[in-house]
């Protein structure tokens, strides 16, 4: 089965600083897909960025990043210029690109705080 | 405005009842899940349909049924035969067939046994 492992519960980051979030995963799949998704204190989950496995390109959203590490099956997130708005839980996804609509398999989380 | 809707954002429920979550989604989207949040938990899976008129179980299926009767609604009821019902509750819906198909969430729904 498909896990996903949020080793820190909880980051820190000073305003305008940049901080990176781990996320690791475990599958026998070579070909999937991964997500980061943010939920801030209204609870509402929004995508944050999203990598294709094929791909060797690691992609990028403005401020956000990631690194991905296939060998390693690693995919962190890296969020440049951290602005308080950035505050929130982050979560790791990950997806079996099967024909249909398969479910995300969720990490448990890392709660990031943003210091003024 | 597209989206997703769920209602009520808050419910209680006392033991022994059964009550259902609402999910309306007008993202003409095939796929529709349910998810549960417990603190410290992630979401975890409790059922998810690809079409309509069919839904599969996910890892915490039991004490919980869902219905896919249009495209657009996929009510979620818990029953009393879920034991520990106390929790947050995501809908989610994405497009097509698609692996690359992103999901999207809407805002939620916080069950409280009384």
């Known amino acids: 089965a498909q896990t996903v492992t949020q080793s820190q519960p909880e980051m820190s980051v000073q305003e305008a600083e940049t901080v990176t979030l781990s996320c690791t995963y475990d599958?026998?799949?070579?070909?999937?897909?991964l997500f980061w998704y943010k939920q801030p204190p209204s609870r509402q989950m929004i995508l944050v960025i999203r990598q294709e496995a094929y791909k060797q390109q690691n992609a990028t959203e403005n401020r956000f990043s990631v690194n991905f590490q296939k060998a390693a099956k690693s995919f962190s997130l890296k969020i440049s210029d951290s602005q308080l708005g950035d505050a929130a839980m982050y979560f790791c996804?990950?997806?079996?690109?099967?024909?249909?609509?398969?479910?995300?398999?969720f990490g448990k989380g890392t709660r990031l705080s943003v210091i003024a | 405005d597209g989206g997703i809707t769920q209602s009520p954002k808050y419910l209680f429920r006392k033991e022994g009842q059964n009550v259902t979550l609402s999910c309306e989604q007008n993202?003409?989207?095939?796929?529709m899940y349910w998810y549960r949040q417990d603190p410290g938990q992630g979401l975890r899976l409790i059922y998810y349909s690809q079409i309509v008129n069919d839904f599969q179980k996910g890892d915490i299926a039991e004490g919980y049924s869902v219905s896919r009767e249009k495209k657009e609604s996929f009510p979620l009821t818990v029953t009393s035969a879920q034991k520990n019902p106390t929790a947050f509750y995501l809908c989610?819906?994405?497009?097509?067939?698609?692996?690359?198909?992103?999901?999207?969430f809407g805002p939620g729904t916080r069950l409280t046994v009384l």
């Open positions: 599958t026998s799949e070579s070909d999937y897909y």
């Open positions: 993202l003409n989207h095939d796929a």
């Open positions: 996804a990950y997806r079996i690109p099967y024909s249909g609509n398969t479910p995300l398999v």
């Open positions: 989610a819906s994405s497009e097509g067939q698609s692996g690359t198909d992103t999901q999207y």
